[in-house]
């Protein structure tokens, strides 16, 4: 009998670059170019979009503009669903007065990365995520949970998966749905992904994962792919290859949204994206903040982009 490899028809696409991409930039952003960019993404088709951090200016100067850039856009996003990364209560307290009705709480898998990012242990950093539950349970706003160094940490190493089952477990506790598990620093590979997909799959079948791959070493796509075996239908991009956690060492960029439709558009997998126009976006994104943009499609193009002057086939003289 002959075999195939199973895929979900259609996955959705989170595009994080006004996040997690304007993040790693060092030079500021200038407001109004952050909404030409979110604009822009919006005609793409992405259905799914992470709109800013609404973290202390101090801790992440770029996104200090983080109310004004959604309260000038939120209301051309109705058919967006829009959600912003939240450190705690003040946090979701701006984004919720910003207009956002969905925020993802940051939370680390290991103790060093934690310290590093929240100074916090993981168990006390989960705990201290307790009022913005309260706070959301009390506005009727969703929380999605994260997990960022999931697979792998700068300082740690290979995240055991029993560690991760614990996060999960008391993220169920609290009520959580959805969880993105992120590779931070690109450490992870196919078979560790598949492998504890099919762990958390098992203890947590209720839950929705979300997969946010770093292409720091060339694994992204690949570890997509064995997501992909898993039946997860829920990725996170940037476009043109943007991103990078400033709290992690040797952190580059998200797997680039254009690579990602791509690839899954190769595959006969719906995306309700349109390529060519992503493209367009990468390429107007990389000239209006001035970063070389790093995806496949930026140097190559489609596959689908066939060359107009085929060879002959006549026999080439040497002169």
């Known amino acids: ?35 030409k960019v979110i604009r822009a993404l919006a005609q793409t088709g992405i259905s799914s979009l992470e ?10 100067p770029q996104l200090k503009d983080a109310e004004e850039v959604v309260r000038t856009v939120i209301d051309e996003l109705e058919s967006v669903d829009v959600r912003a990364l939240v450190p705690n209560l003040r946090g979701t307290e701006r984004a919720v007065g910003a207009g956002v009705k969905k925020v993802k709480t940051m939370l680390s898998a290991t ?37 960022s160094v999931a697979f792998g940490c700068p300082f740690e190493g290979v995240v055991p998966v029993e560690r991760l089952v614990e996060i999960v477990g008391r993220y169920d506790s609290m009520g959580v749905r959805e969880i993105s598990l992120a590779d931070t620093t690109g450490m992870a590979h196919p078979k560790q992904v598949y492998d504890t997909l099919a762990v958390l799959q098992e203890v947590f079948p209720h839950i929705a994962y979300s997969m946010h791959f770093h292409n720091t070493r060339g694994m992204a796509l690949a570890n997509t792919l064995a997501a992909l075996e898993q039946g997860v239908t829920l990725y996170d991009s940037s476009i043109a290859g943007l991103g990078g956690c400033p709290y992690a060492p040797g952190a580059t960029g998200n797997v680039a949204t254009e690579d990602l439709a791509h690839m899954l558009t190769e595959m006969g997998i719906a995306t309700g994206t349109n390529l060519n126009r992503l493209i367009e976006v990468a390429k ?6 001035s970063v070389p943009g790093d995806s496949y499609m930026l140097k190559a193009g489609p596959s689908s982009c066939l060359h107009e002057d085929a060879p002959s086939g006549q026999e080439k003289v040497e002169e």
Do not use: W
């Open 284 to 289: 107007e994104v990389r000239d209006l903040i």
């Open 111 to 147: 103790d060093s990365h934690s310290l590093s990012n929240a100074n916090a242990t993981v168990a006390d950093a989960q705990q201290k995520q307790t009022p913005i539950f309260d706070y959301a349970a009390a506005n009727n706003i969703e929380v999605m949970g994260s997990i």
């Open 51 to 60: 709109i800013s951090s609404f973290v202390h200016p101090r801790a992440i």
């Open 1 to 35: 009998m002959e075999k195939s490899l199973q895929f979900p028809e259609r996955v959705t696409i989170c595009e994080v670059a006004p996040r997690d991409g304007f993040q790693s930039i060092s030079e500021f952003i200038p407001t109004a170019n952050k909404v």
